[in-house]
């Protein structure tokens, strides 16, 4: 090492390396037999020392893994934080800030890499330093100047590497440093706006599950009303089912709902005619003949008739239990329930009346029906459903009107009769446009009668009949 502006660095600089390793090694004790060691004065060791305080602050560091457990050294800085020369100026802007680590987006395997070679680069240097201070004892034992030259320059050679190591070391974690300040400045101004926004849309979240929860309250508070007024009108309607019908009135209905249940099954019936080509006016005379009718569709009337006849034909007013039957509103569920019931041999037994088997045959190109219906079973088909409403109907309206009144009676009109508003009521002047004057009620005389009227008490059910003039 060349001789410096202090002139005795080098000198120093030894003394600083001999001072050093013996405190990190074991004290030497050397026997000089020709020459003395060079011993400094108090003031020069003082001055090294506090030299040697700036440049490293090195622990104690042995070459085999079992003197240097777990390397705790290794996570340490080499060099302290004031710089090696107080000339040096870059240093010195850096090493009273405190450097704070930020993570950078490195892959993991590159971190991992990157610890390995800084670890190896200071094991390395420090280990160098200690086996050159090793030759500079051996130098020692035997004396020779010559190897104690060159092993101290070897000592203070490494020296000089580990504090280039951490000036290298110490800039760039100052570039690093300024680096993340200059970017952490906006970060944290946006972490800082993220997080009232977050607290924000906190409060938001937790008044809209408030509102959530209170509309779940509402909403099982009206499923558990709705049920019970569900309850409430099954209820009711089975209490105004069980009482049947016990008012006049509620015969009316039943008497008008009847008459729909007769035209309901009479349009299919009459459609089915045309499509199996049967003469609908020859069927229609004879079932009434020498009737007059106004108009040609209104043959469809003797078709009601007939089946209107066939309904009530045999029947004897009698007072009983229609609660059963009214409780469904498909009577052919009734049937299916209980398919012995007075209802249900009723059924049979008027369906086998009302369709001829030559017009079953027709229909249907077999007699599956009334075989099925003969054996007591009820046929699952479009016109027996519709047969067995109408048949609902008539068998309601019997069984209630002595139910009302016990001296209830049925009455019916003969064709020829002249019209009576009291106990009739025309099918033609359910249109307001065919409505009768009062001369025409006396020219024009009972044609067909389709539905027979009830007397119940004082109230009088009146009979629904097809009117025309009258022709012998």
């Not at 906190?202 to 499923?223: F, G, M, P």
Request: net charge positive; hydrophobic share 40%; with cysteine.
């Amino acid at each position: 090492m060349s001789e410096t502006e202090d002139g005795g660095t080098e000198l120093q600089l030894r003394e600083l390396a001999t001072l050093y390793c013996s405190s990190l090694f074991l004290p030497l004790h050397f026997h000089f037999s020709d020459t003395k060691p060079v011993k400094p004065n108090s003031n020069n060791i003082s001055e090294m020392v506090c030299k040697f305080a700036k440049v490293c602050r090195l622990k104690s560091i042995g070459v085999f893994s079992s003197e240097i457990p777990n390397l705790p050294h290794f996570h340490r800085p080499i060099c302290n934080e004031t710089p090696l020369s107080e000339n040096s100026n870059e240093e010195g802007k850096c090493y009273h800030q405190k450097v704070h680590p930020h993570p950078i987006e490195v892959p993991a395997k590159e971190k991992a890499c990157a610890g390995l070679e800084v670890t190896r680069k200071i094991f390395d240097a420090v280990s160098a330093l200690k086996l050159a201070y090793l030759q500079l004892q051996q130098a020692h034992i035997p004396y020779d100047p010559l190897k104690i030259v060159a092993a101290d320059d070897l000592v203070v050679a490494e020296l000089e590497k580990i504090c280039k190591f951490k000036r290298e070391y110490t800039q760039k974690h100052c570039k690093k440093a300024r680096f993340n300040a200059s970017r952490s400045a906006p970060l944290m101004a946006e972490i800082v706006a993220k997080e009232a926004q977050l607290g924000k849309l906190k409060s938001q979240n937790s008044a809209k599950d408030s509102e959530i929860v209170r509309l779940r309250r509402e909403l099982l508070d009206l499923e558990i009303g709705n049920k019970n007024l569900t309850e409430k009108i099954k209820q009711i309607s089975l209490e105004k089912r069980r009482a049947g019908v016990l008012s006049v009135t509620e015969f009316q209905d039943v008497f008008k709902a009847a008459s729909k249940s007769i035209h309901d099954f009479a349009k299919p019936m009459i459609s089915l005619m045309k499509a199996s080509g049967w003469d609908l006016d020859r069927a229609a005379s004879s079932v009434e003949n020498g009737v007059v009718y106004s108009k040609r569709c209104d043959k469809k009337f003797a078709f009601e008739a007939y089946i209107a006849r066939r309904m009530f034909h045999g029947v004897a007013l009698i007072s009983y239990d229609v609660s059963d039957i009214m409780k469904f509103d498909d009577p052919f569920d009734a049937l299916m329930e209980n398919p012995l019931s007075d209802f249900a041999k009723f059924s049979l037994a008027k369906y086998l009346l009302v369709v001829h088997p030559k017009m079953e045959e027709s229909f249907f190109g077999n007699l599956d029906h009334r075989t099925f219906i003969m054996s007591g079973k009820h046929p699952r088909t479009e016109f027996y459903q519709l047969f067995a409403k109408m048949a609902k109907w008539v068998w309601v309206l019997l069984g209630s009107a002595r139910s009302i009144d016990s001296s209830a009676t049925l009455f019916s009109v003969n064709r020829g009769n002249v019209f009576s508003n009291l106990y009739m009521e025309s099918v033609e002047e359910e249109k307001e446009s065919a409505k009768l004057s009062d001369e025409e009620r006396t020219t024009h005389k009972v044609q067909i009668m389709i539905m027979p009227g009830f007397k119940i008490g004082k109230m009088v059910v009146k009979s629904r009949v097809y009117v025309s003039k009258y022709s012998s």
